[in-house]
């Protein structure tokens, strides 16, 4: 399958700090990224998705003030959370996808960033 | 909206048995995919099986197979000689054609495999 990296895979901040977290698609081409959230013991939580050279939609909810997000090139898109505060603390998993390609009509996920706010 | 619902929280098997795991979706499309995705406790997603809703042949990928029933809207995964490295949430995922591959995600299903 396709590989998905993530950086940085863990990240400590103050409160108020803003954090960007990148994900690259490193064997294809990714024109749709899609960011998710998940808590403990829960399913993913889909904030938004990415598509290259267009601006991002994110799903209710979701402050897109709060959660930049950039898809500058079709191998990265970032994440960047603004002014975090400690309820901000989760993991953030992103995905890559290309739609309509074949081989790549799946979504294929980063290993994930544990974001903790102090 | 299509809703994705796995009945099963947890789930434990000892280890070289076999163990299903349910899920059941909801839609009105008639072209879509399902797929079945594990997620470790390193917490790396990972691709586990996928099948498209137009092929009547049950997905295999190895020890892994699916039972799919479109008419019942079901999708299990069955696990065969279950392996200590079974042990994972696994997530039931259902993408609607032609919509930007958009996943819509189970509640898990945390699968334990004893020794």
Not at chain 1, 12 to 21: L, P, W
Not at chain 1, 33 to 41: A, D, H, N, S, V
Not at chain 2, 2 to 15: A, N
Not at chain 2, 27 to 38: D, H, M, Q, V
Request: glycine share 6%; proline share 4%.
């Amino acid at each position: 399958g396709a590989v998905v990296s993530q950086h940085p895979s863990r990240v400590i901040c103050k409160s108020g700090t803003s954090v960007k977290i990148e994900c690259r698609s490193l064997d294809f081409q990714a024109t749709t990224m899609f960011w998710y959230r998940q808590f403990p013991k829960q399913s993913l939580m889909l904030m938004a998705t990415s598509n290259e050279g267009s601006k991002a939609t994110y799903e209710q909810g979701v402050e897109k003030d709060k959660f930049l997000i950039n898809h500058a090139s079709l191998t990265l898109s970032t994440l960047t959370v603004t002014s975090a505060h400690p309820e901000d603390s989760s993991f953030y998993i992103c995905s890559a996808t290309s739609p309509g390609q074949q081989s790549t009509d799946t979504q294929y996920f980063g290993p994930g960033t544990r974001l903790t706010v102090l | 909206a299509q809703t994705v619902t796995q009945s099963q929280p947890e789930m434990s098997v000892q280890e070289a048995e076999t163990v299903t795991l349910s899920c059941t979706y909801d839609t009105s499309e008639n072209n879509y995919y399902l797929f079945w995705y594990k997620q470790p406790p390193s917490r790396q997603m990972i691709l586990v099986i996928r099948q498209e809703a137009y092929k009547q042949q049950n997905a295999t990928e190895n020890r892994f197979s699916v039972n799919f029933q479109k008419a019942a809207k079901s999708f299990s995964l069955k696990i065969s000689d279950s392996q200590l490295g079974d042990t994972a949430m696994y997530f039931c995922a259902f993408m609607r054609n032609n919509a930007g591959n958009m996943l819509t995600f189970g509640g898990g299903t945390r699968l334990m495999v004893k020794p």
